[in-house]
């Protein structure tokens, strides 16, 4: 029987689903450690002891784990149910990796038409600081000394466009297929590494999907991303088919050595 009352929220409730919004945005991303109980419940407005019960009833849904005297965190199983058998999949069937990159090209060439469309003021503020660090550090050119950076630089700059979709599927998905292939497209830069031409091609990229996002030219970001992808796969193709030459190379090489010497 409907009595006519209405249902008041919890204040846990409302702390809860705030957090919740939070790693949904990616505000908080997976393996975040949440801020000291003082200043996040400062923060909220909200007294520590329903910050405590908001935070266990997150922990309960395993949404975000507690160390002992460590802190809480948000949890990975957003992402792991996708990226444990995918990553070892990979390594097995490399014939796998031009799916993926399909999928991918599918994946981001949307998000980055619908950042353009979508992104506010303050997301193409953090695109434009990303793409200048992928920038700085591709500037220095093929270097070992920042390759690291470098690889880094570019995963953030594609997944600043991916949040600013403001599509939490579109967000959670692509971190989700950059932990998936991270060993691939290192190993895809170190290829291109070799090859100056190719290098000044990756920041051109990098620079029109930019552009096209913050003057908010929706199909011009879907084509800069497409053709990104293409080249992509181009140097996929390339580091594969020197990868072969090298391993055959090396096998005639040990034959040559194996056979026994003619008598003189």
Do not use: C, Y
């Amino acid at each position: 029987m409907n009595t006519g009352k209405i249902a008041v929220r919890r204040l846990s409730d409302t702390i809860a689903h705030e957090l919740e919004r939070r790693i949904l945005d990616g505000a908080l991303k997976p393996g975040d450690r949440l801020q000291p109980e003082r200043e996040l419940a400062a923060e909220l407005g909200v007294s520590r002891p329903s910050l405590r019960e908001a935070i266990q009833k997150l922990v309960s849904r395993g949404l975000l784990h507690s160390r002992q005297g460590g802190g809480t965190f948000v949890t990975d199983r957003l992402d792991s149910g996708f990226t444990d058998p995918w990553g070892e999949m990979l390594r097995q069937h490399p014939n796998l990796q031009a799916d993926l990159l399909e999928f991918r090209g599918m994946l981001e060439s949307e998000a980055a038409a619908m950042a353009a469309q979508r992104a506010t003021d303050a997301d193409i503020e953090r695109i434009g600081e990303a793409f200048r660090r992928v920038e700085g550090l591709f500037a220095e050119g093929p270097s070992a000394r920042v390759f690291e950076e470098q690889v880094k630089a570019d995963f953030a700059f594609h997944q600043a466009i991916a949040e600013a979709a403001h599509n939490v599927m579109f967000g959670h998905l692509t971190a989700s297929l950059f932990r998936v292939i991270h060993e691939h497209i290192d190993l895809n830069l170190r290829h291109l590494r070799r090859v100056e031409e190719d290098w000044l091609r990756l920041r051109d990229q990098h620079a029109a999907i930019w552009e096209a996002v913050r003057d908010r030219d929706a199909g011009g970001a879907r084509a800069a991303v497409r053709r990104h992808i293409a080249f992509v796969e181009e140097s996929m193709q390339a580091r594969a088919q020197h990868a072969e030459r090298e391993s055959r190379a090396l096998l005639i090489r040990r034959l040559e050595r194996s056979e026994p010497q003619s008598a003189g």
